[in-house]
């Protein structure tokens, strides 16, 4: 420890001065810049001058500046005529507008309102090192800042982040540090989809077994096991207390808190836990997700009262204008087989089940109404028509479903998942969906909110704003996954919301993030995604691209992935042999890339020896056995239920197979979705007498230290699988 302080000391002693860079690289990028002619040093004796010296902004500056400094900063009502940082009010500036003017008398922050404040502290932050944001003590003895001056104003009102809190449970804190993060970047919409099938995340007092039960999964909970939660009781909850703290927590920020009751599909944390509020009937067809019976009934009149008390405790907890009932993805069969669903339908003089969907959302709409609060929800509430106009739509399938709402004169949030989903790759060698596109960091920043769409200006003021959404089914594992999928996307989705169309160029976005941004990030404390090299082979050489100039890529030569001791690449590599070298880049500490081999060579072979298989298991219609005998690795066949403790699949080979290790993968080919959580492996060399092998540990099991050849593989169920079925997958030999 001794000797850290030690070095940290002596680096930072040739610090103790510093000089901000040349080019400031803001993020998002300002509407007006302009740099100015010499420079304003900051040193002992500033002030930051606030008419109130308890104003939240002026003290929050004043905490990350003395984070740095090695005097302390002083917050006064006093003016000052020189070495001040001084805030002023224009009421004639737009909302959330700043000026930023750095000139060698002093800085000023002038706004309208406090957002704005807030975001010209946000601006000016950027001028610093940017350990600014880490609290680690610099003790700088001064700094000098370039003359500047900015004029700045958001593009959108609404500039937004959407968390699914239910698939995986953020605790409070957690949830505090994604508030700095988005606010750091002038984001001020915090959409927590608080509820789906797999968790109840809010206390509503006047049914507690929303969150007694519903918060939790679990093998004896109420909402089964699923997304690698295995045996393992999995949850939590905000209490209303909680949630108030967070919700003061973001004001201070100019962070709202939009709260989502995802209805009536969606919620099986609610449907599992309430009595009586489904139909009670059955249908084969498994929701979006693989979930059943989590529909509510909207033919009885008692759902509505029940609804009405849970958005009247939403409504009153939060003070967002906005109540998002979600309204997605919705499975009809329940209504159409439903008595009081069909006399509703005869009432109303419907003649298909999803016309109920439009009955339903307008019922939500009015009691959202009663409460002083305007409907929010998925593209999926304007499928049936007539919403009023305030409701607003956000839009997730498509641009054309915004098109759609904007077309009706709703109010509109582009959160289109070809775009914007922060669960989808970055790259197909990532982890993550893809099934609305594979989303790297410049394809998210090529989107523009109003494309393919030919507005009227009228029709364009529509388009309130954007918002990225992260879906959690994936977030469990690895540890801080979350934040790898997030950002640095989040800082493109930061600039399509606030800055200038024409001002929008991802070559200069992107030597802005690679100058200086990634280093605010990594002293923010983000574990965010490191982008890998490219390599290819070519003349007996790989030849590897950094991914940015000063970036630091690693290698090793036999496979795994390499380390912080791992060489460093400096030119290219000459080998015969490259199957196996690795290259991820570093960052900073703790920070690497996927490792990457070449694109344009096999990286593996795996034996692919003669199988059958055979099992008990019952597979979903059109799934063949013959299917995981294939080493075709990205097919995979799925059982019709969950499995049953003995039930078994064994992989019988022709000849006995020399090999070290077999891989058994189950779930997904891609991703950790529906595979054995509870049961192990084991092998035989006769293809009689079996010997255990491992457990299934997040759904995959290895052989190894294998004495002689393998004749056959057994998987062993013990229990039910976490999820709705169970896939099975071609094996791995080595
Ligand atoms: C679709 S987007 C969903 C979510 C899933 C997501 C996974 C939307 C309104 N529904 O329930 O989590 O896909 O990418």
Redesign the pocket.
Known sequence: MKKTILTIAMILGSLATGWCDSQPNIIPAPQKMQMGEGTFVVKKGLTIVSKDVKDFSANYLQDKLDDVFDFPIAVSAQAKAQGCITFATDKSLPQEGYRLDVTDAGITIVSADEAGKYYGVQTLLQLFPAEVYSGEHLRLKEYAIGALSVEDAPRFGYRGFML?VS?TFFELEYLRNYIDWMSNHKLNRLHLHLT?DNGWRIEIKKYPELTGKGAWRGKNEVIPPTYLSGSERYGGYYTQKEMKELIAYAQKRNVMIIPEFDLPG?ALSSTAVLKDVTCGTKTEKAS??GEFDNVWCVGKESNYRIIDDIIKELADLFPSPYINI?G??VVFDYWAQCPECQALMKKEGYEKAEELHGYFVKRMESIIAKHGKVMMG?D?IQDNGGLRPTSTVVA??SQAKGLESIKHGQPTVMQT?DYL?L??QYSSVERG?N??SIIPLDRMYSYEPYQDMQLTPEEEKLVIGVQA?L???LMQFPPRFAEYQVYPRLCALAEIGWSAKEHKNYADFYSRMVNKHYDRLYAMGIAFRVEPPKVVYQDAQLKVTLPYPSAVVRYTMDGTEPTVTSPVVSGNIVTDAPQKFRFSTFFGRGLHSVAVGAENVELHRYLTPEVSVTSDIELQKNNKLETITTYNFSKMIRSKTKVKAGQTLTYTFKEPVACTTIHVPTGYATLPFYGVSDGYVEYSYDGVNFIKGEDFHHYHAYIRNLEAPVKAVRIVITDANDGWSCCFQNLKIE
């Open positions: 699914d698939r789906d969606h979006a997700c979600g997605d993805e998925w999926d997730w399938r998942g989903y669960d989808m969906h099934w609305a959404g879906w959690t089914e």
